[in-house]
């Protein structure tokens, strides 16, 4: 499991990385979004992986922390989220604002060579 | 209900917050009521700031601390603000800078869009937010709302140069927040705590198995934080940004690459300090050759500007590059010195944004270019005059008050006397030569004096750069020179001098307590105590919860 979640991390990140470094600024945003999926991946595994464990103490089991997941990088990965979603939609906004005033949709506001 | 001192500490976030939600409910046009509000705001957190700064300078010897738990949890599981002094330094500059910012805004820029109050404030809770706050992850959310308003404030009276910029901008910055999250994590997934205080506790006492994991968390934590503070090779967004945002924008803009500078400070001081130990001292040297390589940067950026606005961007790069080698050199000294020339250099750069502006707007588009490609390129004004045309004309009074002000931010910049920014840079440099002179040698100090000519070197490049343009704009025989300036556009101008000459006047007290400041942050024994011990207050009725 540990191996298959390194493994997508690293695919998300490196996918992420190289958009965002393409011209065209839609590739930049999913870039940007493919970034922030691996980073809130990255998170979520900072809490140690475990599968059939609940992050809400339950009284009723004896206490023991084997027994449950750390709920904090959840906790963590749900504000990360939503921030995230915030700024993408923000962006989204400001890329077609660009679009609209400059004809173009290369990040520099112009196409190369003009 | 007693009312706690502790208050004082959410105010800053919570005042703005509310005013600027308020703000929300009502429509645009009503934009003097509005900036009323505005102002009213950023004047009573100069009334908190001040009674921070009075509290914090009062009681004993580290003085007092503000330790607020919100939501009245134990700081082990919540999220604590933090008072102490370097923070309400940094809370009433953002203050002095928000107020000044406003009235000039209220001039003519505030209606140049929706919303732009509400914006104002909440990059002002951003900002103080982020200077407050004594957990990781906290200070996370209070830089998303400080960039999210930034977004916004940047693209406020939309042109293609801003929305250009912008998109790199928020590019940048997106980029940045994700790498700010996985230093966080990191950090979290080694030391199991998020809060500044206990980590500085636990850093220590780290396997060595997973101190460089921890290592690899700060430094790319850091690199976040460099990234804002504009350090080179992170700083190519800066000057474009900031010259193209609004006037008032890019005066308060001159205080979020503070933020950057101030964290960076506080963090690896509290984490790696002198004796916390393995880890000590992670990074310095890479501080100290990054606000060298940035020191170099900004002054070839200064003397290679064309417009006056890009030249006071690169000025914040440079005013950014003397922090890191302040940070990077370290010692008590330096920093006291470095805390005066960061308040003095902030104000004087928001000044000069706003100066700018006003001189710009009298000015036909491209004027500067073409002077200094004329310069370049040896071309002299051609039209020379007949002799009884020699006499001169007298100066309208306006740009006289306008030139005036100008100089002044050229000697703050370039740190030259009568102004503060001459008592920090001395301040730094005594305190760089001080260590040396006091026998202990550090291993550094070949970059140490590299440090030294190139922040007197960086001075004069700021000098002659300013000195450029005010010739090229005070001295320059063009027709269409009196600018369209009103008296409330002036007065935020003075009176942003006038607290650096204050700052200078009263150089004594405001040393004596930078000092203090600086003390506390090498050694922050009183923070960590005053966080990890400050108790919940008892519930009535049901004690304390856990």
């Known amino acids: ?114 | 209900m007693s009312f706690s001192l502790e208050h004082f500490v959410i105010i800053p976030v919570l005042l703005p917050l509310t005013v600027a939600a308020a703000l929300l409910l009502f429509r645009d046009q009503h934009r003097v009521g509005k900036a009323i509000a505005v102002l009213a705001t950023m004047l009573a957190l100069l009334a908190v700031s001040i009674v921070l700064l009075v509290l914090t300078a009062s009681d004993g010897e580290n003085g007092w601390l503000g330790v607020y738990l919100l939501g009245n949890w134990s700081p082990v599981f919540g999220i604590v603000l933090v008072a102490d002094r370097a923070a309400a330094v940094m809370v009433a500059t953002t203050a002095v800078l928000g107020a000044a910012a406003m009235i000039f805004a209220s001039a003519r820029w505030n209606g140049a869009g929706p919303h732009f109050h509400s914006l104002f404030l909440f990059l002002i809770a951003g900002v103080n937010g982020a200077f407050l706050t004594g957990d990781l992850f906290n200070l996370f959310v209070f830089f998303e709302v400080m960039l999210a308003a930034s977004y916004g404030l940047l693209l406020h009276a939309s042109t293609v140069a801003k929305v250009r910029s912008g998109l790199q901008y928020i590019a940048i910055n997106l980029v940045a927040s994700s790498v700010f999250l996985i230093g966080v994590s990191l950090i979290y997934g080694v030391t199991g705590t998020l809060n500044m205080a206990e980590l500085a506790v636990r850093v220590p006492l780290i396997d060595d198995a997973d101190r460089m994991l921890l290592e690899v968390g700060a430094a790319v934590l850091g690199t976040a934080f460099l990234a804002k503070a504009g350090m080179w090779p992170l700083c190519f967004w800066l000057p474009s940004a900031y010259s193209s945002a609004v006037s008032p924008v890019a005066a308060v803009f001159a205080i979020l690459s503070k933020v950057g500078v101030y964290i960076i400070w506080r963090l690896s001081l509290l984490l790696f300090g002198l004796d916390t130990g393995p880890s000590a001292g992670l990074a310095q040297n890479w501080l100290l050759i990054g606000g060298l390589a940035t020191l170099v940067f900004g002054s070839v950026g200064v003397l290679a500007s064309q417009g006056l606005a890009r030249l006071t961007a690169y000025a914040v790069i440079v005013s950014s590059g003397t922090m890191l080698v302040a940070i990077g050199v370290g010692g008590i000294e330096v920093a006291a010195g470095a805390f005066y020339y960061m308040v003095g250099s902030t104000l004087a750069l928001a000044a000069l944004f706003m100066l700018v502006e006003l001189i710009e707007r009298g000015r036909m588009a491209g004027a500067d270019v073409l002077a200094v490609t004329m310069e370049a390129f040896g071309f002299e004004d051609e039209d020379v005059l007949p002799d009884e045309e020699e006499v001169g004309i007298p100066i309208p009074g306006k740009l006289a008050v306008l030139g005036i002000s100008f100089i002044a931010c050229t000697l703050l910049l370039a740190g030259l006397p009568p102004f503060s920014g001459f008592v920090g840079k001395v301040a730094i440099l005594a305190g760089i030569i001080g260590i040396h002179a006091g026998g202990t040698g550090s291993p550094i100090a070949g970059a140490d004096w590299a440090a030294v000519t190139l922040l007197i070197v960086s001075g004069l490049a700021v000098m002659i750069a300013m000195l450029r343009g005010g010739i090229n704009t005070f001295w320059a025989t063009r027709e269409d020179m009196t600018p369209n300036v009103s008296v409330v556009e002036i007065v935020p101008i003075t009176a942003l001098i006038v607290v650096c000459l204050a700052l200078t006047v009263f150089a004594g007290p405001a040393m004596t307590y930078f000092t203090a400041a600086a003390a506390e942050l090498h050694n922050p024994v009183g923070y960590i105590e005053a966080v990890l011990t400050a108790s919940p207050l008892p519930y009535p009725g049901r004690g304390v919860l856990p």
């Open chain 1, 1 to 114: 499991m540990e191996l298959i979640l390194a493994i997508g991390i690293g695919v998300l990140a490196g996918s992420g990385v190289w958009l965002i470094l393409r011209p065209r600024s839609f590739q930049v945003i999913i870039g940007l979004s493919l970034l922030s999926y691996a980073v809130n991946l990255f998170i979520f595994s900072m809490g140690r992986l475990g599968t059939g464990k609940p992050p809400v103490l339950d009284p009723s089991i004896p206490m023991d922390t084997a027994a449950f997941t750390d709920p904090l990088p959840q906790a963590l990965v749900l504000t990360a989220i939503v921030i995230g979603f915030a700024m993408t939609a923000l962006f989204l906004v400001v890329l077609i604002v660009s679009r609209g005033l400059t004809g173009t949709d290369h990040v520099d506001g112009r196409e190369p060579g003009q």
